[in-house]
C-alpha cells in the first residue's frame, strides 16, 4: 500500500527542494509512494487566528483528500500535530469526528516514520557539530527522541541540544507572515522563520533541514 505524502502548503510554497529531498527518501528506501494532487493547506494557520470556519472546511478537504488507507507522511510537526490532535476536536457530529480519528491515527511525521524503518540503508554524512532544533510543536507531539535516532546515523555528525528552557522560535503558525551557529530543525516553518532571523547575524548561522541531512555520502 503506498504512503500518501502530505506536503504542507508553506513547503510547496516556500521550500520545495524539501519535499523532492523527502521524495527521494522514499525512492530510495524503495516504498511506494502517491502525492494527492488535490492537496492543500490542513487548516493549521486559519485555527491560530481563531478562524474555526475556514480550518473546518479545509479539514473537511483534507479528510476527502486523505481518506484511504496506509500511512500518510508529513515533513512537518506542526501539520502533523493538527491533524492527529486537533481535528478530532474541530470535528462537528459522531461521524465525523470517527472520520476525523481513522485519519488522525495514520498520519506520521517524518522523523517517527523514519525512526520506525530504522538504519537507513546507505551511508550519510555530516562533519560538525549541529544543535537540534525541538520545536514546540515537535515536543507536542513527541517526536524529537525519533529525530534524535534518525540523526544518530549521520556519520560524523555531533548533536548537541538546546536548552530544556527554549520554548519557541517564535514562528507561531502565521505571525512570522504578520510581522514578517549550526542548526538542524524537524520543523520547516520554524526554519524559515530563523532563516530570517539569522540573515543579519555575525558570524553566519547555517541551518538545515531533516531530511538533507539524511541524503546518501557521495563518497560512501
Same mark, same amino acid.
Given at each position: +500500500?503506498? %504512503?500518501?505524502?502530505? %506536503?504542507? &502548503?508553506?513547503?510547496?510554497?516556500?521550500?520545495?527542494?524539501?519535499?523532492?529531498?523527502?521524495?527521494g527518501l522514499f525512492d530510495r528506501l524503495g516504498v511506494a509512494w502517491e502525492y494527492p494532487a488535490e492537496q492543500t493547506c490542513c487548516g493549521? $494557520?486559519?485555527?491560530?487566528?481563531?478562524?474555526?470556519?475556514?480550518? !473546518? !472546511?479545509? +479539514?473537511?478537504?483534507?479528510? !476527502?483528500? $486523505?481518506?484511504?488507507?496506509?500511512? *500518510?507522511? &508529513?515533513?512537518?510537526?506542526?501539520c502533523t500535530l493538527m491533524v492527529r490532535h486537533h481535528y478530532p476536536e474541530l470535528a462537528e457530529g459522531l461521524a465525523e469526528r470517527r472520520q476525523a480519528e481513522r485519519v488522525?491515527?495514520? *498520519?506520521?511525521?517524518?522523523?517517527?516514520?523514519?525512526a520506525a524503518r530504522s538504519p537507513l540503508p546507505w551511508k550519510t554524512a555530516f562533519a560538525g557539530v549541529l544543535a537540534l532544533h525541538r520545536s514546540c510543536k515537535a515536543k507536542r507531539l513527541g517526536v524529537c527522541p525519533a529525530a534524535t535516532r534518525v540523526l544518530a546515523q549521520v556519520q560524523g555528525l555531533t548533536l548537541r541540544e538546546v536548552s530544556p528552557y527554549y520554548a519557541c522560535c517564535g514562528f507561531g503558525g502565521p505571525f512570522s507572515y504578520q510581522h514578517p551557529d549550526l542548526l538542524v530543525s524537524l520543523d520547516l516553518s520554524c526554519l524559515l522563520h530563523l532563516r530570517a532571523v539569522a540573515a543579519g547575524h555575525r558570524p553566519a548561522l547555517g541551518l538545515h533541514y531533516l531530511a538533507e541531512l539524511l541524503q546518501p555520502d557521495e563518497d560512501g
Open positions: +500500500m503506498p %504512503v500518501q505524502f502530505f %506536503v504542507p &502548503c508553506y513547503v510547496d510554497q516556500q521550500a520545495p527542494e524539501a519535499a523532492l529531498q523527502v521524495a493549521q $494557520f486559519a485555527l491560530t487566528v481563531g478562524d474555526l470556519a475556514t480550518a !473546518r !472546511r479545509l +479539514m473537511r478537504h483534507f479528510l !476527502r483528500v $486523505f481518506g484511504g488507507e496506509g500511512d *500518510i507522511v &508529513c515533513p512537518s510537526p506542526s488522525a491515527a495514520r *498520519i506520521l511525521e517524518l522523523s517517527e516514520w523514519l
